[in-house]
């Protein structure tokens, strides 16, 4: 059964981090890009990192420097997010792409997970 699960979210300080994570099931990721995308109250889905099948990494330029995307051997794709902000606030979702990463076409991509809420507030 195909499957994208994120994890990870929660509510957090402004200057604190956390680590999401995509779970992939019933998927070969083999020549697929896996992103992460956040969908902010009241605004449209963004990119906000990719990796692609050959590990090239892009991000977002609001939150280059400070995320790091991976992915493990259990097809298993990290988000690591330091110095978070409140403007990270949002349901992060992974989801996959066939070929190359590219962050503007969110319609290219498929098997959209259902989210994981991160909130960050003082």
Request: net charge neutral; hydrophobic share 30%.
């Amino acid at each position: 059964q195909l499957q994208f699960v994120e994890s990870g979210g929660g509510l957090v300080q402004p200057g604190t981090s956390l680590r999401l994570s995509c779970a992939v099931s019933g998927f070969d990721m083999s020549g697929y890009a896996i992103g992460w995308f956040r969908q902010a109250p009241g605004k449209d889905r963004e990119g906000v990192s990719c990796i692609s099948a050959d590990d090239k990494k892009y991000y977002s330029d609001s939150v280059k420097g400070r995320f790091t995307i991976s992915r493990d051997a259990k097809n298993t794709v990290y988000l690591q997010m330091n110095s978070l902000n409140h403007e990270n606030t949002g349901v992060y979702h992974c989801a996959a792409r066939w070929g190359e990463c590219d962050l503007s076409k969110l319609s290219s991509y498929n098997f959209w997970g259902q989210g994981t809420q991160v909130t960050v507030s003082s």
